[in-house]
Structures are given as C-alpha cells and as structure tokens.
C-alpha cells in the first residue's frame, strides 16, 4: 500500500511562492506517476499538474502553466511542486495522488493513491 504525504502549504501573498512536497512511502515509487489537484470549497476538484514515473513528461493544466513546475527526487521518495507567482485563484487544498501507471493523465479517477491534502491560501 502506498502512503503519500504532503507538506509545504501555508499562508502567501498575491506573487509570492510556495513549494509543495509529496512524500511517498511504499513499494514502487518509482513505478508511480503523482499528480497533484486542488479543491476549493466553492469549485469543483481541479487537475493542477502531473509526473511520468519516469519524470521525463510533465503536464499542467492551463491556469498554472508557465507558473508552476514539478521535480521528482527518486533518492528521496518526494515530488515537489514549485509555485511562483501566486494568485489568489490558486488558493485550495492541494491533494497529491498517485498511480501505477507510467504516464501523467490529467483523469483523477485513475489515481488510486491520494493523500490528505495541505491548505495554500494566497492572500490579496
């Protein structure tokens, strides 16, 4: 069973960065593809960006592209997510999940693994 936990949220401002980690703890890590969503209370869950297991292919939704961007540190079980430039549309819980599949689809019902989320609130 794969447990992933994520860490990094917190309070910015409009701008600003924050990075996101998902640790991953379990057989085959590196046999999994991680994505993070978003979910704001007020929206449906959002599809924010995605790794290959091999960390050759990358994918991010459009509202984040150009903004935000993922690394994977096999060593370390972890995948982080950079954010830059902040806007408070960013703001959510952001989940991490993960599947046993080699490519980054955007589709959240393919990921069997998820997380419990971090709180990014991006303050005006």
């Known amino acids: 069973q794969v447990q992933l936990v994520e860490s990094g949220g917190g309070l910015v401002q409009a701008g600003g960065s924050l990075r996101l980690s998902c640790a991953a703890s379990?057989?085959?890590?590196?046999?999994?593809?991680v994505a993070w969503f978003r979910q704001d209370p007020e929206k449906e869950s959002e599809f924010v960006c995605a790794?290959?297991?091999?960390?050759?292919?990358?994918k991010y939704a459009d509202s984040v592209k150009d903004r935000f961007s993922l690394s994977r540190d096999s060593a370390r079980n972890t995948v982080t997510l950079q954010m830059n430039k902040v806007k408070p549309e960013d703001t959510a819980l952001y989940y991490c999940?993960?599947?046993?599949?080699?490519?980054?689809?955007?589709?959240?019902?393919?990921?069997?693994?998820w997380g419990r989320g971090t709180q990014v609130t991006v303050s005006t």
């Open positions: 379990g057989p085959a890590y590196s046999a999994l593809t």
């Open positions: 790794i290959s297991w091999s960390g050759d292919a990358t």
């Open positions: 999940a993960a599947r046993t599949m080699p490519d980054a689809t955007t589709d959240r019902g393919s990921y069997h693994f």
